[in-house]
Nanobody, 123 residues
């Protein structure tokens, strides 16, 4: 079921920027780990950015271009995406995981998911 609500996706040209938002309830937002994943048809869902109270990690493909952050007052997770490339085209999902573990790369480890928001980057 839908536990988080993503927004901010759209179509942009290569080199452009988008900011994705993930609205959550206070309970879900308190999860130890919140992450962004993306998926294209026919491929596995892959982790893009991972955030805990102590660590931030990015997939090598987006490091230096994407920034994950939280607005605690608004219970919202963000993914700022700059210098977008056509290979960034995917459905982007927000996910949360409870517990005191780190942020796993495996999607099956997460407890909560959003419905996804489409990002399309043209050449």
């Amino acid at each position: 079921q839908v536990q988080l609500v993503e927004s901010g996706g759209g179509s942009v040209q290569a080199g452009g920027s988008l900011r994705l938002s993930c609205a959550a309830s206070t309970y879900v937002f308190s999860s130890y780990c919140m992450s962004w994943f993306r998926q294209v048809p026919g491929k596995e869902r892959e982790g893009v950015a991972f955030l805990t109270p102590y660590t931030i990690r990015y997939d090598h493909s987006v490091k230096g271009r994407f920034t994950i952050s939280k607005d605690h007052a608004r219970n919202t997770l963000y993914l700022q995406m700059n210098s977008l490339k056509p290979e960034d085209t995917a459905m982007y999902y927000c996910a949360a995981k409870s517990g005191q573990d780190g942020c796993p790369a495996a999607p099956g480890e997460y407890n909560y998911w959003g419905q996804g928001t489409q990002v399309t980057v043209s050449s």
